[in-house]
């Protein structure tokens, strides 16, 4: 029997995972901006940004398991593989800040303005949502290069 990361239902695994990155991750980034600039916006959907930042980490951390298990049936796309290595981080440093932030301002009244201290977290939150969402596009790019370049230098157009 293969690994939990190989195949599933005949598919790779990897294949079928990296929709799950590619739109909760950048999703997650989106939400902790608005959060960030909008504090009715964090008080409101806080808690379901945590949740998408939170799934978005974990979706990177299949998608690079499922990858590798991948790279042994196909070979090692060395720049999407070098690339992707470092989603998991970036996403899981997405989902920690995104958490601290919620954690710390949904205890702040609606009537009160946030401390200069949380206000500074909330832009490194921005810089790191940022980051995850550059990354993603990045990682994501090498990889359909290396799915699909073969495969339209060898057909032709319309």
């Known amino acids: 029997m293969g690994s939990l990361f190989d195949t599933f239902a005949g598919l790779p695994v990897h ?4 929709h799950a990155a590619v739109v909760l991750v950048p999703l ?16 409101r959907f806080g808690t379901l940004v ?3 930042a939170g799934v978005a980490a974990a979706s990177t951390v ?9 790279a042994l049936r196909v ?12 989603m998991p981080l970036i996403a899981g440093a997405l989902f920690l800040i995104v958490l601290a932030f919620w954690l710390f ?20 939150m921005i810089l790191v949502s940022l980051l995850a969402l550059f990354w993603t596009v990045r990682v994501g790019h090498t990889g359909a290069q ?7 230098e060898n057909t032709n157009p319309g």
Request: charged share 15%.
């Open 28 to 43: 997650g980034a989106i939400g902790a901006i608005l959060m960030a600039v909008r504090s009715s916006f964090s008080r």
């Open 75 to 86: 070979g090692t796309p060395e720049p999407h593989a070098e690339l992707g290595n470092l």
């Open 146 to 152: 290396s799915a699909w370049t073969a495969i339209i």
């Open 15 to 18: 294949a079928l995972v990296v």
């Open 50 to 52: 945590v949740i998408v």
């Open 105 to 124: 301002d949904r205890g702040i009244p609606a009537n009160k303005s946030r401390p200069t201290w949380l206000t500074v977290l909330g832009v490194v």
């Open 62 to 70: 299949v998608a690079k398991e499922s990858g590798e298990q991948f």
